[in-house]
């Protein structure tokens, strides 16, 4: 089946250094999403991608998707104390007639102020 | 645009008890998935429905069982509940089309067995 490798699994930095995480799988993937989730919340979307090469920005957070489709990244610049949360990617392909996805296995984010 | 609701946010049961948990999708999207999450396991995918038919499932015991109704609403029900089964049960509605497509999830249900 299609597997994600995320990375890194946690990180602490301190407040307004930039961040960055990625996901990368051997399979090739035609979306790519990335979502944050808050304690006892569930998952919110930040980004979405989906064409390969693609950089999208929401405030101060970019992504890519990678040209090898096999691969993605999520930058946070200046970082803020309400940044912490878990962060997750996903990859969604086409199987069966529909999009199926699956999911990283998550990078938690812990800011210092 | 009402996001993806469930109820009921927080749920305490005991062992093998009965649950179920409902979830209401974003209005027009067709397709209901469903996820349980715990410390360090990451999202582990239950199943997806579409238009009332269950056309993806994950790879848990038959315990966890669904169904979508004509609105697209879905249930979630989990018997016999094992300790092991608490978790916070995360809904996702997406249009469920062929390409393009998006999941947005709801706030979960943290399940609590005792």
């Known amino acids: 089946g299609q597997q994600l490798n995320q990375s890194p699994q946690s990180m602490f930095i301190q407040e307004g250094e930039d961040v960055s995480m990625n996901c990368t799988s051997s399979?090739?993937?035609?979306?790519w999403l990335w979502y944050k989730q808050d304690p006892g919340e569930g998952p919110v979307l930040l980004i979405a991608l989906y064409k390969a090469g693609e950089l999208t920005s929401n405030g101060r957070l970019t992504a890519q998707f990678g040209i090898t489709r096999k691969d993605s990244f999520l930058n946070i610049s200046a970082s803020i104390p309400s940044d912490v949360g878990i962060y997750f990617c996903a990859g969604q392909f086409l199987s069966g007639g529909y999009q199926k996805v699956t999911f990283g296995t998550g990078t938690k984010l812990q800011v210092i102020p | 645009k009402a996001g993806v609701t469930q109820t009921p946010r927080y749920l305490i049961k005991t062992r093998g008890q009965q649950v179920t948990l409902s979830c209401s999708p974003i209005s027009g999207h067709r397709s209901v998935s469903w996820y349980q999450q715990t410390p360090g396991q990451g999202l582990q995918f239950l199943f997806e429905?579409?238009?009332?038919?269950?056309?993806n499932k994950g790879n848990f015991p038959g315990r966890f069982s669904g169904r979508q109704f004509s609105n697209s609403r879905s249930e979630m029900n989990v018997s016999t509940l094992e300790l092991g089964d608490s978790a916070l049960y995360l809904c996702?509605?997406?249009?469920?089309?062929?390409?393009?497509?998006?999941?947005?999830f709801g706030p979960g249900t943290r399940l609590t067995v005792l």
């Open positions: 399979s090739i993937f035609n979306t």
């Open positions: 996702a509605s997406s249009k469920g089309l062929a390409g393009g497509d998006t999941q947005y």
């Open positions: 429905y579409f238009s009332e038919t269950q056309r």
